[in-house]
């Protein structure tokens, strides 16, 4: 038997898969659609690799799936596809509408006729875990307590309206079908292989190049932070002991505003790859930090309480922020050619159009 992975191609999905095979010798059928941050390149430690089974298709592709489904003998899913980014979606939200909504309809539609098909003891032992944000609880003042998994839904964006819509369509199929479902809500992700329009990976890159490094409004935006790998082990965890129909959130404990996670990145990169090193005339990276107009709806503060998680199942990030943030620095300083082929074509577009 094998388990199938969709959006696995993009930034958290690639870990996943990666990580999976690390530790599992259980094949991988990874199904990714390979839009503009489904990236091959991603995976190119798997070449050759048999338990690795990669097809370019969508979720919304009711019969492929299901094929993929029956062929491979899946005794698991984890949904990882989705449109992902907030500033995307509010210049197009119709993809965000299609994928997270549509899509996820489709793919559970498949999901759930395939198992209906299975003999009882394998219908048991099945479970469709579906990977979702924190975002779809709105937004915290400084003074609220984390976001629990009872926290009301109050998505502000068309991104996470459409991932609270696609949690409650996994929610309803539970309910209504009783598919064994499982549903994990993060906190932002940091780490290897993150598309460069997301804030971490896009200073690094901007600031490698001396690029003005824009921060929306004051920068006093509060996030969770969250290494990919520790996502991945806590994904794995759920996925191997969680309470079917039950949301486990999962964040790393490390709030931090934007403005103190870029002046964090320029200080290791005046460490690592000083300025002088890059031929540009700065006296640190600092200097390149430019306050653009903040985006319509931009949530103030996000966080976590992963408190379930551990009580139930155990689960804790191996990595703070100040040891994540430094391999995730000195990944990109040692992937060069990564970089610089993801960051050609359709990516200059985008960042002309967002931060002229």
């Known amino acids: 038997m094998s388990i199938l992975v969709t959006g696995g191609a993009g930034f958290i999905g690639s870990n996943f898969v990666i990580e999976w095979l690390a530790a599992s010798s259980e094949p991988v059928v990874n199904l990714d659609n390979l839009t503009y941050a489904g990236n ?39 949904n990882f596809a989705a449109e992902s980014h907030v500033d995307r979606s509010i210049h197009g939200p119709e993809d965000f509408i299609q994928t997270n909504i549509v899509g996820t309809f489709r793919l559970l539609e498949a999901v759930r ?11 048991m032992a099945f479970r469709f875990l579906h990977v979702s944000t924190d975002e779809v609880y709105g937004s915290l003042s400084p003074s609220d307590p984390a976001f629990t ?10 991104y996470s309206a459409s991932k609270a819509a696609s949690d409650h369509l996994v929610r309803a199929y539970h309910h209504t079908y009783g598919l064994p479902v499982l549903t994990t809500n993060c906190s932002n992700n940091y780490g290897p292989y993150h598309f460069p329009e997301k804030l971490i990976p896009l200073v ?36 191997d002991a969680g309470r079917v129909g039950e949301v486990y959130n999962v964040g790393g404990w490390n709030e931090k505003s934007n403005l103190e996670v870029v002046h964090t990145l320029c200080d290791i990169l005046d460490e690592l790859a000083p300025p002088a090193t890059r ?20 949530d103030r503060r996000y966080a976590i309480d992963a408190t379930k998680l ?15 943030i430094r391999k995730t620095v000195r990944w990109y ?19 002309g159009k967002q931060y002229a």
């Open 40 to 78: 091959l390149e991603n995976l190119a430690s798997l070449e050759g690799d048999a338990r690795h089974v990669f097809v370019k298709g969508d979720i919304g592709d009711y019969e492929l799936v299901l094929r993929l489904l029956s062929e491979h003998k899946i005794r698991a899913v984890v």
């Open 149 to 158: 998994e009872n926290h009301r839904y109050e998505p502000n964006s068309p």
């Open 204 to 239: 690094i890159h901007n600031a490698l190049a001396g690029k003005p490094l824009p921060i929306y409004g004051d920068g006093q935006q509060i996030r969770d932070w969250l290494y990919v790998t520790d996502h991945c082990s806590a994904i794995r965890r759920v996925l």
């Open 279 to 298: 031929n540009l005339q700065l006296a640190t990276f600092r200097s390149l930090i430019t306050f653009v107009k903040d985006r319509p709806g931009h």
């Open 333 to 351: 300083l040692d992937h060069p050619d990564w970089v610089a082929n993801i960051t050609s074509g359709a990516y200059r577009e985008w960042v």
């Open 310 to 324: 551990e009580r139930e199942l155990g689960w804790k990030p191996s990595e703070t922020f100040e040891t994540g």
């Open 113 to 123: 006729a395939y198992w209906n098909g299975l003999p009882e003891a394998e219908k």
